[in-house]
Each structure stands twice: as C-alpha cells, then as structure tokens.
Nanobody
Framework: VQLQASGGGLVQAGGSLKLSCAASGFTFDDYFIGWFRQAPGKEREEVSCISGSDSNTYYADSVKGRATLSRDDAKNTVFLQITGLKPEDTAVYFC??????????????????????WGQGTLVTVSS
C-alpha cells in the first residue's frame, strides 16, 4: 500500500487549496481514505474521511462547510478541497487508508489509529 499526498502550499487566508492523495498497491475502492492534519506543537486531528464502498463522507467540525472530499476510483485518487482557509488550518496534511468494515466513516475518522497505511504528508501554510 502506497499513498502520495500532494497539493499543499502557501496560501492567503480566505483562499482555497485542493489536496490529492494518490494510492497504489491495493484495491482502492475497498478502502476508507482519511485526511488528518498535524499543526506544530499540536496532536494529529481528523479532517475528513470517505468510505470505500459507497463514498460516504465525514467532516470534522473544524472544516465542515468549507471542505469537500471526493474520490475517483478510476484514478485511485482522493481529493480534499478546502475553501475559506484560515491561519489555523496551517498544518501538515496526511492521507491514510485502511480496509474497514461498514460504510460509516465517522467512527473511524475520529481515531486515526484505525488507519495503518499513511502517506508522507503535504504542508499547508495559510498566511493572515
């Protein structure tokens, strides 16, 4: 299982970014995909997750209404778009994958320990 996160960068507050998570080495649509982030000096936190079977999505309160998570199974890629970026969105964003039962992503997203396969992270910096 390999995951490659990309799309991070420096953006002004109020701007938007679209992060990508490209996957290989596994049957993509069998897996939940999660986005998590870790800001300097803070613990890792969930951002958004999507189930494999029917693309149910979950968004953390911190990004709800500003984020859109989608998956393109033909391209083995998950996209996370965040609009209205705030300085507090500054963090390294990681994508993770795991084959999990059921189709509700909220349970799994609330604890990143459910995900055993992780990409390397992409840095998002939001300037005020």
């Amino acid at each position: 299982v390999q995951l490659q996160a990309s799309g991070g960068g420096l953006v002004q507050a109020g701007g938007s970014l679209k992060l990508s998570c490209a996957a290989s080495g596994f049957t993509f649509d069998d897996y939940f995909i999660g986005w998590f982030r870790q800001a300097p000096g803070k613990e890792r936190e969930e951002v958004s997750c999507i189930s494999g079977s029917d693309s149910n999505t979950y968004y953390a309160d911190s990004v709800k209404g500003r984020a859109t998570l989608s998956r393109d199974d033909a391209k083995n890629t998950v996209f996370l778009q965040i609009t209205g970026l705030k300085p507090e969105d500054t963090a390294v964003y990681f994508c993770a994958a795991e084959q999990l039962p059921g189709s509700g992503p909220r349970l799994y997203c609330s604890d990143s320990k459910h995900f055993l396969h992780w990409g390397q992270g992409t840095l998002v910096t939001v300037s005020s």
